[in-house]
C-alpha cells in the first residue's frame, strides 16, 4: 500500500468516525476539546507534586513538564505543520462539506500532526513514569486518548494526525523524563518506599486517587453540558 492509499483510507476513516450528529456527544467533545476544562486536573497535579517533594525538586518537575508541552506543542506546529502542509479535514477542498462540525468550529489551515495529542500523551507519559503506578498510568492514557479523539469528532483532525501526533508526544515525554531523571539523580535525593501507601517513586497513592477523582468529575461535568445541549435544542 503506497502513501496515497493511506491517505485515502485515513480520509475514509475520518468520515466514519467524525460525528454522530448527536447533540449530546457534540456537546461532550465539545468540552472535553478545550484545554480549559482540565484546568482542576491540572492544579491537583501540580498539588501532588509540591506535596510530594521539596519546593526545589517540585519546581524542577514543574520545569520538565512544561518543556514537555513546549517541545510537544512546537514540533507539532512550528515544524510539522508548515513542512507537510497537510489540509486538516475541515479544510481539505476534497471534503470539507462532508465532515460534520460543532458549533462553526473548523480550526486552522493545517493539521499534521496534532499539537492536542502530541501535548497530552506527551504529558501522559512524562506523568506515568514519574509516578510508576500502574493505575496512574491507565489513567493519564485514558485522559490522553479522550481529548485526542475529540479531534476526529469535531473534524478537525484525520485519524493519521492523532496517531503520529501521539507517537511524537510520547518520545517527547520520554525523552525529556529521561533527561530529567538524569538531572533527579545528580542533584536531588533518591529515598526508597516500600510501603504500600506510596508509590515506588515516593509519591502519596491517596494523593493520586485525588487526581483520579477530579478526572471523573471532569467527564462527569462534561456529560452534563452534553445532555444540557441536547435538551435545550429539543425544547
Not at 492523532?162 to 545528580?186: D, N, R
Not at 526508597?192 to 508509590?199: A, E, K, N
Request: aromatic letters at 16%; one cysteine or more.
Amino acid at each position: 500500500m503506497d502513501i496515497q492509499q493511506l491517505i485515502e483510507v485515513d480520509k475514509a476513516l475520518l468520515l466514519e468516525l467524525n460525528g454522530s450528529h448527536s447533540v449530546f456527544w457534540d456537546g461532550f467533545m465539545w468540552v472535553v476539546t478545550s484545554t480549559s476544562t482540565w484546568i482542576a486536573a491540572g492544579a491537583v497535579l501540580l498539588y501532588i507534586i509540591f506535596k510530594n517533594n521539596k519546593i526545589g525538586h517540585a519546581f524542577t518537575i514543574l520545569l520538565m513538564i512544561a518543556l514537555t508541552i513546549t517541545l510537544a506543542d512546537q514540533i507539532a506546529s512550528s515544524i510539522c505543520k508548515p513542512y507537510f502542509c497537510r489540509f486538516r479535514p475541515t479544510q481539505d477542498p476534497e471534503i470539507m462539506y462532508l465532515v460534520h462540525t460543532v458549533n462553526g468550529y473548523r480550526g486552522g489551515l493545517y493539521g499534521f500532526i496534532s499539537s492536542h495529542a502530541a501535548n497530552t500523551f506527551g504529558v501522559a507519559v512524562f506523568v506515568s513514569l514519574l509516578f510508576r503506578y500502574w493505575k496512574a498510568t491507565v489513567m493519564m492514557i485514558i485522559w490522553a486518548v479522550i481529548p485526542s479523539y475529540s479531534r476526529i469528532y469535531l473534524g478537525v483532525h484525520y485519524p493519521g494526525d492523532i496517531l503520529f501526533g501521539a507517537i511524537e508526544g510520547c518520545l517527547v515525554g520520554a525523552v525529556v523524563y529521561a533527561g530529567y531523571a538524569y538531572l533527579s539523580k545528580k542533584i536531588f535525593d533518591q529515598p526508597q518506599y516500600i510501603s504500600d501507601q506510596y508509590t515506588s517513586s515516593g509519591y502519596t497513592i491517596s494523593d493520586i486517587r485525588i487526581l483520579f477523582i477530579t478526572l471523573l468529575l471532569t467527564y462527569l461535568y462534561a456529560i452534563i453540558a452534553g445532555m444540557i445541549q441536547a435538551k435545550g435544542l429539543f425544547l
